[in-house]
């Protein structure tokens, strides 16, 4: 996921502060800014770092008893109900794909909105051991419309060494003509409260806003595929003493891959995938903990979703993974070009041949499937490629949390091995 913070390419690192990335006196103004609903809230504070640097790491509160969790629903402002969302059901699915193509996360400028296909969403929500009580919608009482969403799908994550029943919450979602009447915090609230209903007392989300604490802050990166057009809907810019045609040539990609025999992933794959990433995944202080069903779900190729590729023997040992998912943006107000197809780095894992080379085959393979523009955390090894394969930085930032969990130090994105969607 990524981005809560939609960002585009700074055509030149000079302008970064012309184009709204936070410097660290907006971070501290953002640190000291008061949050009536956080500092109620089980998580790192700003100033506990301050008053209490020494807490033990792991839960902040102890679980409760299951039986000692709130049974009703917490209360909406009286025009409003709450509904589970069906994923399952094709008029829900359209439902939920409504609220958050017309609403969900643009960049600072409003030029760009995430466009989260309905096979996207489909995806992201049904993962192994999903339960549609934790996709919570709020319903117009009398219209009956959607005017509110937020999500949670069952997880486990590593932090540090400790593997945590976790759940994963994502796209929360407030109608445009609803905003800033505190309902976000009565959506917070009830999920957690059905999250507790499971026996389940930790979160952990993404997001581009700053809020108590982040436990990283990750930056996106963009590598151009169609730079013509990334220029003339207003994502990048054209960088100075360069000319349209040789922005196009600096860009080009060979058309075939370089490493001979990568292939798409295939469903004989997963165990040897499944053993490449938990191997992988090691190195890193948070990281998911994937079961081949959860592997066979997350990277099994599906159009328009994710596209995995593997370089080693059919059904025998891989050696090699890269994978990206698919999430277009609209572009918001453009005569000319409504979507912006951006692939999103997923996980890679090289052994057989340098991980540049497997990246780049990812930007072969993305410019392939005709996308605009190959998007990357600074997280995992990712740094080792970024500028080498002509990525820029972007102008936002992504913060990762947990809820109900301590960590003494923050981490370094290159210490992420996780991937929101
Ligand atoms: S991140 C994606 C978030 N979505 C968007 O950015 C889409 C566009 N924006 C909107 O739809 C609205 O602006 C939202 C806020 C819904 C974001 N995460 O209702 P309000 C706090 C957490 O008046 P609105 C994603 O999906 C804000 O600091 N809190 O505001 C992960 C303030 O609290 P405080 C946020 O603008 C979500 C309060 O809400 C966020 O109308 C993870 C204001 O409420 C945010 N992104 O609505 C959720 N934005 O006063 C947490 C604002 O204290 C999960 N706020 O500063 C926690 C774990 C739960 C499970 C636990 C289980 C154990």
């Known amino acids: 996921k990524l981005m809560e913070a939609m960002t585009r390419t700074l055509a030149n690192a000079d302008m970064r502060g012309a184009r709204g990335v936070p ?31 020494e807490l033990p790491e792991g839960a902040i509160q102890p679980p409760q008893k299951v039986e000692d969790v709130r049974q009703e629903p917490y209360k909406l402002p009286s025009a409003y109900e709450w509904c589970t969302c069906d994923v ?8 939920v794909y409504t609220l958050l193509t017309n609403n969900y996360v643009e960049d600072d400028d409003n030029m760009f909105r995430f466009d989260y296909s309905k096979e996207f969403l489909r995806w992201a ?5 999903y339960t549609s009580q934790w996709h919570i919608g709020v319903r117009a009482k009398t219209s ?37 009447k505190r309902l976000a915090p009565v959506l917070i609230r009830e999920i957690t409260r059905r999250v507790h209903l499971r026996d389940t007392w930790q979160a952990v989300y993404t997001a581009g806003v700053v809020l108590p604490k982040p436990l990283a802050t990750c930056r996106y990166w963009h590598r151009s595929l169609n730079p013509k057009k990334l220029i003339d809907v207003g994502f990048s810019r054209l960088a100075r003493n360069m000319t349209m045609a040789r922005t196009i040539k600096l860009y080009k990609l060979p058309e075939q891959p ?40 997350l990277l099994l190729p599906a159009a328009g979703v994710v596209s995995s590729y593997v370089i080693g023997g059919e059904g025998g040992r891989v050696s090699d993974l890269c994978s990206f998912y698919t999430l277009p943006s609209s572009i918001i107000g453009n005569p000319e070009h409504s979507t912006l197809k951006a692939a999103y780095s997923f996980y890679n894992v090289a052994t057989s041949v340098p991980l540049e080379q497997l990246m780049t085959d990812a930007l072969i393979l993305a410019k392939q499937d005709d996308f605009d523009v190959f998007n990357a955390l600074d997280i995992q090894h990712n740094e080792a490629f970024l500028k080498d394969l002509k990525f820029g930085p972007g102008d936002g930032f992504l913060h990762y949390y947990l809820y109900n969990w301590r960590l003494n130090k923050e981490l370094q994105p290159r210490q992420v091995g996780l991937v929101m969607l």
């Open 144 to 180: 009956k419309k959607l005017v509110a969403f937020i999500s949670g799908v069952p997880a486990r994550i590593r932090v540090q060494s400790a593997v945590v029943r976790m759940a994963e919450i994502n796209f929360l979602c407030v109608h445009k003509k609803l905003r800033s």
């Open 125 to 129: 929500l049904k993962l192994p051991g």
């Open 258 to 297: 370089l490493s001979p025999g990568i292939r798409p992933m295939h469903p004989a794959d997963v165990p040897a995938v499944t053993a490449l990433v938990t191997t992988y995944l090691q190195q890193f202080a948070i990281a998911p903990v994937l079961s081949e069903e959860e592997i066979a779900h």
């Open 23 to 53: 410097s660290n006196k907006d971070l501290d103004a953002a640190a000291k800014a008061a949050h009536a609903f956080w500092e109620t809230q089980p998580v790192t504070q700003f100033s506990a770092e301050r008053s209490a640097p």
């Open 88 to 95: 399952n059901d094709a008029q829900e699915i359209v439902e």
